[in-house]
């Protein structure tokens, strides 16, 4: 064999592999990618291409009928008193809410990381169980909780002297009372994610903190929530993202109201939705879409910034 | 629950793992207090989230006129099955049963087919356009559920699947959240295993039936359950696109029943809430310990 073909069937033999390679890869890959472009990519593309037309419901038998219409949805929704009114409950929602459940997930994790603790199973799965639940199911059980006289809240209120308020009826309150059940739904998931953080903590550390005389505070403060960075990165995003949809609260505890104090974006979304404003629906929904990017580059930052300090 | 399990499911390495709080054995008393204090604070916890759970249940077994009791009762004075009686005489609810479990059982299905073989391929295969493939899918966490609503409802409707049971499932065949946990769960297999399978001149589809998935079978189980429940609990998708009674699952069945029912029936909503939640509580109690363990892998970068 002569340097030129034994080149030749090495370069051909590469080729071969690499192609071999490539069509096991995709055969593994396909059926995955084929559903993931129909019912993800896909959508998500055509709803672009929507946001930027009149398109109605009235124009799905008749396709003719859609004009496009540039920014036009764009520009409106800056004159819809009602996304007003919901951007401003959903930051509201975000704002307050994030913070309190990864406080709370946090200190439920703490809590039951604790070397002291006992029946560490029984206290895992007992907060885990809103995440499992259905919205629904809850939705009935909390509405019932939160009625103003027969109420369980109002009575154990009752019994430390304190009247409580008509919580869903009242503009002032049914929004902090979303924002609470919304909580009390996801800190058993940042609680498990968050446990899953601190088990990966060196033990090591914490050994030389002590032989420093480092108090339980101080040994929270500096070993505990930076080597935590990484997991408060993940739980910050995604609920960020999670409660930047609020939407299922509102959807089955208030409809909207009272006056619309607990209208979320995506819930505005739905109803016009349900109006057959398909065009002007896919407008906002990228408008939070971008919000939602938005958000998760800046806690990459914050990471970031914090880890050149 | 005389070993505790952790998060990341591994057995401590003593039933009382040393901690930041200190040493096993309360000995002196300020350890003594912390362990008191630290109690009576995850009870309360406890109590918040277990109690709501516990009074429905009791709640479903009282007749309606002690239901608005004021102030409310925690025991029923006098226990009685009669809101479930009625609830199953005027709702179907045996066909609602049926429809999760199949719409349920179906993505859980297709879920663990295909994001297991995607996951794989992400993991442990090179080919071109993997990459790519691989930020999709993660990117896709971040697009909002109401962008894909719309059109995807429009695409349904126009394949004539509305009301259908393949117009319930096929959406959430693709689940990115699945594919990212199999393909985690992958990365932790060894390369020489699959080299070896290879040289042993194993086909591929082989290696992965033989070798990958076995030794998945964690993985494959939380991604089985986080898949069941998402989707036995799943609720805005099912409201729009099943229309007529014989397609509703659960949860929009008891959602239709309870607008409109607001003050009048609580007895028969707390009974409906029940029967959606017992299913997926006693899935949830005898199978925690490996759903937790799927939790905290994708949280695990």
């Known amino acids: 064999m002569t340097a030129v073909a034994s080149d030749a069937s090495n370069r051909r033999g590469r080729s071969g592999l690499r192609l071999r390679r490539a069509a096991v890869g995709w055969g593994f890959a396909l059926p995955f990618t084929v559903l993931f472009v129909v019912f993800m990519a896909g959508p998500v593309l055509a709803s672009l291409l929507m946001s930027f037309t009149d398109i109605r ?4 038998r008749n396709p003719l009928g859609v004009n496009v219409v540039g920014m036009h949805n764009y520009s409106r929704l800056l004159h819809d008193e009602l996304f007003v009114k919901a951007a401003v409950n959903t930051a509201i929602f975000v704002f307050a809410g994030v913070p309190l459940t990864m406080v709370a997930g946090l200190a439920a994790a703490l809590g039951l990381n604790s070397g002291l603790t006992r029946f560490r199973s029984l206290f895992r799965v007992g907060y885990y169980l809103p995440v ?28 430390v002297g304190v009247d409580g308020p008509n919580w869903l009826f009242d503009t ?14 996801n800190l058993g998931y940042q609680m498990v994610i968050f446990l899953a953080g601190l088990q990966a903590i060196p033990q090591e550390l914490y050994e030389a903190a002590r032989i420093d005389g480092a108090t339980t505070w101080q040994q929270l403060r500096y070993v505990t929530l930076p080597a935590l ?16 949809q609020f939407f299922e609260e509102p959807l089955v505890m208030t409809q909207g109201g009272p006056l619309n104090s607990t209208l979320s974006v995506s819930y505005h979304i739905y109803n016009q939705f349900g109006f057959g404003n398909y065009g002007y629906a896919a407008a906002m929904s990228y408008v939070l879409f971008l919000v939602i990017v938005l958000m998760s580059i800046l806690w990459f930052r914050l990471l970031r910034s914090e880890e050149g300090r | 629950m005389s070993t505790p399990v952790t998060a990341t499911g591994r057995r401590e390495r003593s039933p009382e793992a040393p901690q930041a709080a200190g040493r096993r054995t309360a000995r002196r008393p300020r350890d003594r207090a912390a362990t008191i204090v630290l109690h009576v604070l995850l009870v309360i916890g406890l109590l918040a989230m277990v109690g709501p759970f516990v009074w429905m249940l009791l709640s479903s077994l009282k007749p309606e006129s002690e239901i608005r009791l004021v102030p409310p009762t925690w025991w029923p004075h006098d226990p009685t099955l009669g809101n479930f009686r009625d609830l199953f005489a005027r709702l179907n609810f045996p066909t609602y049963f049926l429809n999760s479990a199949i719409v349920a059982g179906l993505i859980t299905l297709g879920n663990l087919m295909f994001c297991s073989a995607v996951g794989y391929a992400l993991a442990k295969l090179r080919f071109p356009g993997r ?21 995807l409802f429009v695409l349904v409707a126009n394949m004539g699947l509305t009301n259908t049971y393949a117009g319930l499932v096929l959406p959430f065949l693709a689940w990115a959240l699945g594919a990212f946990l199999m393909r985690q769960f992958m990365l932790s297999i060894p390369d020489e295993l699959i080299e070896s399978a290879r040289v042993d001149g194993a086909g591929e589809l082989r290696i992965f039936l033989r070798v990958v998935l076995p030794l998945c079978r964690p993985a494959l189980a939380a991604l089985g359950i986080l898949s069941f429940l998402t989707f036995w609990n799943s609720f805005l998708w099912p409201l729009v696109v099943a229309t007529t009674e014989d397609k509703y699952t659960l949860p929009v069945a008891l959602a239709l029943f309870s607008v409109g029912q607001n003050e009048t029936k609580f007895g028969l909503l707390l009974a409906g809430s029940v029967v959606v939640v017992l299913p997926v509580l006693i899935v949830f109690l005898l199978l925690q310990r490996h759903f937790v363990r799927g939790i905290a892998t994708t949280g695990l970068k």
């Open chain 2, 131 to 151: 990459r790519a493939l691989f930020g999709l899918v993660l990117g896709s966490v971040m697009v909002p559920g109401m962008v894909t609503f719309v059109p």
């Open chain 1, 132 to 159: 499992v639940t259905s919205i629904v199911a809850i939705s009935v059980v909390w509405r019932f909780l939160l009625q103003p006289d027969s109420g369980l809240l109002n009575s154990l209120l009752g019994l």
């Open chain 1, 229 to 244: 960075r990484p997991t408060l990165l993940f739980v910050g995003v995604i609920a960020t993202i999670g409660y930047l």
């Open chain 1, 172 to 185: 002032r309150f049914a929004l902090p009372s979303l924002i609470v059940m919304a909580a009390w739904r």
């Open chain 1, 57 to 60: 419901s009235a124009d799905l």
